[in-house]
């Protein structure tokens, strides 16, 4: 370590640090240089490349729109396939060989959804997966869901992923999804979200008369048998005494005059309820998007469109829109199942190479968000180790809960990597961690992909409010997520 020289007429000693007035300013001057080339922060785009602001904006208007006409894992499916076959996309065909530059993709069970832009470099040399996960926390139906009290019609509803009960109430709530009729036909809803629709609503207490619910714990604050959902309130004309639950009937008749649907259908159906809120700029200077389900769809469009603007890349890609993140990844359209496997398993297999060199040498972006430190509740982050709004996508190392449980751990050589492609490509990027040590905890698909034997880490955008009906997210965050994931494609 380098001192700072005095003179010996003035002071015996030399202290470290330390400086006398005559050297003062030379002090000073090199202590802030010396400062500049040690220490480090995370700088705010918005000072240091405000000229960003206008890309980041436009770049935005679209991912809106995505958001808007996304609102399900299904319906995430369809717009992306859209995308896709106009941006040059044909479907997966095992065992056929493609050349660089070549782009093709394959469904799974409507639900789940890989890419591919062929490499420049053999398969053997490994590939660049990024996974992002378009399932969003939710109101499902439960299969036997209609009932009438009092006279009026309900929906009973079970909540899918990690939701704040109360959040749910006295919102508007739009019904998506499917159901499968007797003869086979599959009816698509999505009902609540156009101008001029009816929306669905879980009613809360009103102040005057929510004396003993006050006193419950705010996690009870509603509780899951409350999340009852309005559906109507007249009884079906001229039914007369005679026929009980009149106003289900209704409801039902409505129902099945628009859909050629029964009670019975609920059986054969998957029907989510989401905010029946568009997304929107939020903030005077519109520096941010306020929107149902960003977590994980902020990351979906962002890979899928550096995907799609990626021509020929040195690594092959591999781009996962993966579902049931947000229940532990299960099923058979969870990054728990094989099913990417079996995906580079026969990319492995047509091109004659070794699927297990292939996993061993690939990179592996797990693309899902992070908590942005909440200035309001600053208490359950740690400052120095969180990441904020407009300082660019933040890199997790690891998510879990107390000592690292349930996370995948990404090694210093696999942040090296992902660090280095970033910053020679100029993005914005952070680093966080999700809140302090044993405040709670979250997790990724990061595990399911380093179970493969794939070298992974978390990247995505920082979010505030997340698993709220309306997520917040900062517009240059989301741009240069984009932007991370053209460098890592490139
Ligand atoms: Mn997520
Ligand atoms: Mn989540």
């Known amino acids: 370590m380098r001192e700072i020289e005095m003179s010996v007429q003035d002071k015996s000693v030399t202290v470290p640090g330390m400086s006398v007035e005559a050297e003062d300013e030379k002090g000073v001057s090199e202590a802030k240089e010396l400062q500049k080339k040690l220490t480090w922060k995370f ?38 396939v859209k995308m896709l076959e106009s941006g040059g996309y044909r479907p997966f065909e095992p065992g056929k060989t493609y050349a660089c530059g070549e782009k093709v993709y394959m469904v ?23 996974a992002a996960h378009i399932d969003s926390p939710r109101l499902d139906l439960k299969p036997n869901p209609m009932y009438e009290k009092s006279e009026v019609a309900y929906f009973k509803t079970h909540y899918y992923g990690g939701i704040r009960k109360y959040q749910w109430t006295a919102t508007p709530l739009a019904m998506h999804g499917i159901a499968v009729r007797k003869d086979g036909e599959i009816v698509q809803f999505a009902i609540g979200e156009k101008e001029g629709e009816p929306v669905f609503c879980v009613t809360d207490l009103l102040p005057h008369l929510s004396a003993e619910q006050n006193e419950r714990k705010l996690r009870d604050g509603i509780k899951g048998e409350e999340l009852n959902i309005v559906i109507g309130s007249l009884p079906f004309p001229d039914a007369g005494e005679e026929v009980k639950e009149s ?27 989401v905010p029946a809120v568009r997304a929107a700029d939020v903030g005077f200077d519109r520096s941010m998007i306020g929107a149902y389900g960003q977590d994980d769809r902020v990351c ?69 968000v992070n908590a942005a430190y909440d200035p309001t509740f600053s208490s359950v982050y740690e400052e120095r180790n969180s990441c904020f709004l407009n300082k660019g996508c933040v890199l997790t190392k690891y998510t879990g809960a107390r000592g690292k449980s349930g996370s995948s751990d990404a090694s210093a050589e ?77």
């Open 247 to 273: 106003v289900k009937l209704l409801a039902l008749s409505v129902l099945n005059e628009q859909f050629g649907i029964t009670e019975k259908d609920f059986f054969r159906a998957e029907i989510e309820f």
């Open 108 to 130: 799974n069970r409507g639900k789940a959804l890989i890419m591919t832009t062929f490499g420049r470099r053999p398969l053997e040399d490994g590939l660049r997966l990024n």
């Open 43 to 80: 700088p705010n785009i918005g000072k240091e490349a405000p000229e960003q602001r206008e890309e980041a904006y436009i770049y935005c208007e679209k991912y809106k729109n995505f958001l808007n006409a996304a609102k399900t894992e299904r319906e995430c499916v369809q717009e992306a």
């Open 300 to 368: 979906a469009y962002t890979a899928m469109t550096a995907e799609i603007d990626t021509a020929a890349p040195e690594y092959t890609t591999v781009t996962i829109l993966a579902d049931k993140e947000e229940i532990g990844s299960v099923g058979n359209t969870g990054l728990n199942s094989d099913f990417v496997l079996h995906y580079i398993q026969d990319l492995a297999e047509a091109f004659g190479v070794s699927c297990r060199r292939v996993l061993k040498n690939s990179l592996c972006l797990s693309s899902d």
């Open 414 to 490: 696999t942040m090296a990597k992902v660090i280095g492609i970033m910053e020679r490509e100029g993005v914005y990027w952070q680093a966080g961690e999700l809140g302090a040590v044993d405040a709670g905890g979250g997790g990724t698909v990061a595990l399911y992909v380093a179970g493969m034997n794939v070298d992974v880490v978390d990247l995505g955008v920082p979010v505030l409010s997340m698993h709220s009906p309306f997520e917040i997210t900062a517009k240059m965050d989301v741009y240069n997520t984009y932007k991370a994931f053209c460098a890592f494609y490139k």
